[in-house]
């Protein structure tokens, strides 16, 4: 019985965990990447607008993973991509501020995280990586360890590297308890509050980029959920409402 509901909360959790494949140019790389996700358990592949993933190439790589790539969801663009997800995890070698995480230390967050919220790991494309407002959308930076003289690397293989991180973090302790609380607002609803605050901001030339971020940091922590972030918009209509008269 405790087998079958560790095996339960394993099979959740990783459902919880999106890999996001941002501009994609390579049909082959589509194609590795699914395989390497059927291969360790995961299922939800997202793909923000990608080459022609039908390709030949693509489906020779696959062998056996054809469903990964026909349950894909497929977005125009990032915000779209990662707006459901309570927090993203980007890899890149931009490093964020305060935020990069070395690659055992983001699996273990993204194994903990993912318990109770939904968790987004996203990949670049194979030759710009991703843009820096779409780095700045995700919560965390992941660094994988390359060598400098040759820091290159192949999509499939990053993937792979990050995946089985993660479930060698669940494997054999499927209950990890979560590093942090539920994200109770997924980020499209957390971004459109920033924007509203940041517009305030400014309104009142109080709209400094580091004023914005500081405050984005506050209410992160805070953890708000819906009722209370509703407080805050009516706050934000009443400053204005003053403003005006």
């Known amino acids: 019985m ?34 390497v996700m059927k291969n360790l358990g995961f ?18 790589m696959i062998r056996g993973a054809e469903d990964i ?3 894909a969801a497929i977005s125009p663009g990032f915000s779209e991509a990662v707006g459901d ?42 030759k710009y990586g991703l843009a820096r407002e779409d780095l700045d959308r995700c919560g965390k930076v992941l660094a994988i360890p390359v060598d400098p003289a040759f820091p290159s690397i192949n999509l499939a293989q990053a993937v792979a590297m990050v995946c089985l991180e993660v479930r060698l973090c669940l494997d054999g302790k499927p209950d990890i308890e979560s590093a942090e609380r539920k994200i109770k607002l997924p980020i499209a609803r957390r971004a459109r509050f920033y924007e509203e605050m940041g ?38 209509k009443e400053v204005r409402r003053l403003k005006r008269n």
């Open 85 to 126: 997800y309570h927090i993203a995890f980007a890899t890149s070698h931009r490093m964020k501020q305060g935020e990069s995480l070395g690659i055992a230390a983001a699996a273990r967050e993204i194994a903990a995280l993912a318990r109770g919220n939904r968790v987004a790991v996203v990949f670049g494309s194979e």
């Open 199 to 236: 517009a305030l901001f400014a309104e009142l030339n109080m709209g400094a980029p580091s004023v914005t971020e500081k405050v984005k940091d506050i209410f992160d922590r805070a953890n708000l959920d819906a009722r209370e972030q509703n407080l805050f918009y009516g706050l934000i």
């Open 2 to 35: 405790g087998q079958q509901r560790s095996e339960v909360i394993l099979s959740a959790t990783l459902n919880n965990i999106g890999i996001v494949l941002d501009r994609t140019r390579h049909a082959a790389n589509i194609g590795a990447v699914c395989r």
């Open 69 to 71: 790539l026909e349950n």
């Open 43 to 60: 299922s939800n592949l997202h793909m923000v607008n990608p080459t022609e993933y039908g390709h030949l190439a693509a489906i020779r």
